[in-house]
């Protein structure tokens, strides 16, 4: 098997196959990253990741659960630039049969979206589906909105990113979702989790002018009928 070093500074959606090791060296002070990894194994063989994020700080192991027919569901790692500017993800030798794929999510990453779904979510209050790979991204102006995601499937799991913060929801939950969560340094403080046992979750959001993104992290099957809205509520406070 051949092994490669990956250049992952644009944070794209990249393999990992046992040896391989993809670096980012490209990571922003004070903006919180998610390093989301798929099992992509045409088997069920499940997969380690080691990523080092400190030179201080010891590698942290992700484990990513196995699978058939690719239809993994992801595991996340939250990262803080402050903490680093360069993380990097190893697949080590030895682990026969196993395949990760995997992208970095930000406010402003992946700069190279070949092969994800990378689209605008409009204030309509209409639902917008998600795919495998999906990215919503938005910027709400400076009053209250509300945000849903409705699911059939149990334990769908999505991140809304924000400049320095994340909010992991958790739809039809059937089991605490910490084991796939993970994080490190600051981000340990950065993200909150968003629990509901209902088919719907919803919330409400202002705007300041900044960017906010979406993505899933669930499998192809969880995320088919899954779907996100967004509804500006300024109509609505202006009767009021």
């Known amino acids: ?15 990992l196959d046992p040896g391989d090791t993809a670096t980012c060296q490209t990571l922003t002070g004070g903006q919180l990253y998610g390093l989301i990894f798929y099992n992509a194994a045409a088997n069920d063989a499940g997969a380690n990741i080691s990523v080092v994020w400190s030179q201080s700080q010891p590698p942290v192991t992700v484990s990513v659960p196995g699978t058939t027919a690719n239809q993994g569901l992801a595991s996340v790692l939250f990262v803080n ?37 990378n689209k605008p979510l409009p204030a309509d209050g209409k639902n917008h589906f998600f795919e495998k790979f999906s990215r919503y991204y938005t ?30 929801n958790v739809v039809n939950s059937e089991a605490d979702p910490a084991p796939r969560i993970l994080a490190v340094g600051r981000a340990k403080n950065q993200y ?17 002018g900044q960017q906010l993104v979406f993505v899933n992290a669930d499998s192809v099957q969880d995320s088919q009928g899954t779907s996100i809205s967004l509804q500006s509520l300024s109509a609505q406070y202006a009767r009021s």
């Open 139 to 168: 910027v709400p102006a400076s009053h209250w909105y509300q945000a849903q995601i409705h699911s059939n499937i149990n334990q769908f799991i999505s991140i809304q990113f924000a400049e320095e913060s994340a909010v992991v």
């Open 192 to 208: 909150n989790t968003n629990v509901s046992q209902y088919q719907t979750i919803s919330w409400s959001l202002q705007g300041n």
């Open 81 to 117: 630039g402050s903490d680093t500017t360069t993380v990097s993800a190893a697949m080590l030798e030895g682990q026969l049969g196993a395949r990760v794929e995997a992208y970095i999510a930000s406010v402003s990453m992946p700069e190279d979206t070949t092969g994800i779904i």
């Open 1 to 15: 098997m051949t092994v490669s070093s990956i250049n992952w500074k644009n944070g794209q959606l990249i393999t």
